[in-house]
């Protein structure tokens, strides 16, 4: 359940109503309370001071229509600005960053102080009455001075705004701002080396034989964005299973699929093996969350894919440029610095009373390596200045993390001069990316590979 909610929680906070939502109560509220308050204290009545405000029932009406037509015209300007940035960066970038526009906070709160603002004038305004035959005169000064400080206040963030907007756009602030978000899953997913928390494990998934297995298969398609490992676990232990789950985090899920094998500890005869698949596959489905897309909820991959694919889109002919592939390359790299210092085991968990167990697919190294430089080796080779900065920035990588993560570096590395031979460059290219690439030809103890 707690995961559940984190998935929820998680695309929540990213939709760009949910925050000025909240400010758009929080601006309901504010005008009932100040109107009350003008109402039980009679302040316009009693007390006259030179920062309130001091006009009549008329001027009061003027102040508040005027500042709340002016935040629903500047709203609609600001959706505006926000729609063309979001057009821009789905062509110029990938559709994949576009989440994070959605999500930026700066964004959600200026449209939240804005509807708020008006939100707050408009309850304000039907507040104000003039002097008649049945109701006495009423201005709410202290509620209509607020209005004026909350419009003022809107003028400081529609200033911040333009400039936020004019940033958000630029290659440099979208890569930083997708590779953060990279680095904090990785940190936030994996412990540190060391740092588990408990023992590991090694539980084979042969050690029993698949034909015997119970097979629970998905329920609906989608792509899978979160797996309840604690759900998981206590249905293993209560009813004394070997669960494996067979689809990792970002996967696509066809209706039908197999997703799941489970062993009782205890063989049982037939009748008891339906029973126990009817028991347990409503929990199961229900742990493995299934969405529309990916997400960084819990997708390491998809955070390598993201920045992968504006170095792509930076690579190809519409858009041609080369700088923002290169530094695309060099935040992946930092990436996988931070990655190669958590813990990358596989996520097993025993319960040693009951001998339950739950295998989960854990993140690979070698895979994420793959899906971060892969595409971009193939469409980067055209160009001799990526292809050798590439080379470069893999053979920075090479000289910090351990020796066991090297050898798929020195894959990619090959793969990258294989395929740069392929595309016609002259000498001197090509002697820069074989320069750039000569580290991978050597092994851990310097000597030159046979091949």
Not at 386 to 412: E, F, K, S, T, Y
Request: glycine share 8%; with cysteine; charged share 20%.
């Amino acid at each position: 359940m707690r995961h559940r909610f984190r998935a929820h929680w998680y695309e929540l906070q990213d939709t760009l109503w949910f925050i000025p939502a909240m400010m758009t109560v929080a601006g309901v509220l504010l005008a009932l309370l100040t109107v009350w308050i003008d109402e039980v204290a009679g302040i316009d009545q009693r007390i006259q001071l030179t920062w309130l405000f001091g006009g009549g029932a008329e001027g009061a009406r003027g102040v508040l229509s005027t500042i709340a037509g002016t935040m629903i015209t500047v709203t609609g300007l600001v959706f505006s600005i926000t729609i063309v940035a979001l057009q821009l960066a789905s062509s110029q970038f990938t559709p994949r960053v576009l989440r994070n526009f959605t999500g930026d906070r700066g964004n959600q709160v200026v449209l939240g102080v804005f509807i708020a603002t008006f939100t707050y004038c408009l309850l304000v305004l039907r507040s104000v009455h003039s002097a008649t035959q049945d109701l006495e005169i009423f201005v709410p000064t202290p509620s209509v001075t607020v209005a004026i400080l909350l419009g003022l206040l809107s003028i400081g963030f529609l200033i911040y705004y333009i400039h936020h907007a004019a940033r958000s756009i630029q290659a440099s602030v979208i890569i930083e701002r997708a590779a953060q978000d990279m680095v904090d899953v990785i940190r936030r997913l994996l412990p540190e080396q060391g740092d588990t928390g408990q023992p590991a494990i090694t539980v084979s998934p042969t050690l029993q034989p698949e034909s015997t297995a119970i097979v629970i298969t998905s329920g609906s398609g989608g792509y899978l964005q979160l797996v309840d490992d604690g759900d998981l676990f206590h249905l293993a232990r209560d009813e004394v299973l070997h669960i494996r789950i067979l689809p990792g985090v970002g996967d696509f899920l066809l209706t039908g699929q197999p997703v799941a094998y489970v062993w009782p500890v205890s063989p049982d005869d037939a009748a008891g093996r339906e029973e126990l698949q009817e028991r347990i596959e409503g929990r199961i489905r229900r742990a493995l969350y299934v969405g529309l897309e990916r997400t960084l909820a819990a997708d390491l991959a998809f955070g390598f894919r993201q920045i992968a694919d504006i170095a792509l889109k930076a690579l190809s002919a519409a858009i041609n440029d080369p700088t923002t592939a290169n530094m695309c390359i060099d935040r992946l790299c930092q990436a996988l610095v931070v990655l190669e210092q958590r813990d990358l085991r596989s996520r097993s968990r025993h319960d040693e009373e009951s001998n339950a167990v739950l295998v989960l697919p854990g993140p690979s190294f070698d895979h994420l390596v793959h899906v971060a430089f892969d595409q971009i080796r193939h469409y980067g080779a055209t160009d001799a200045k990526v292809a050798a900065h590439l080379g470069d920035a893999l053979g920075n990588v090479a000289a910090i993390v351990a020796p066991g993560h090297r050898d798929v570096l020195r894959q990619v590395a090959r793969a990258l001069l294989e395929t740069v031979s392929t595309v016609p460059h002259i000498e001197m290219d090509r002697e820069r990316v074989r320069h750039s690439v000569a580290w991978a030809m050597t092994g851990d103890d310097g000597k030159q590979d046979s091949d």
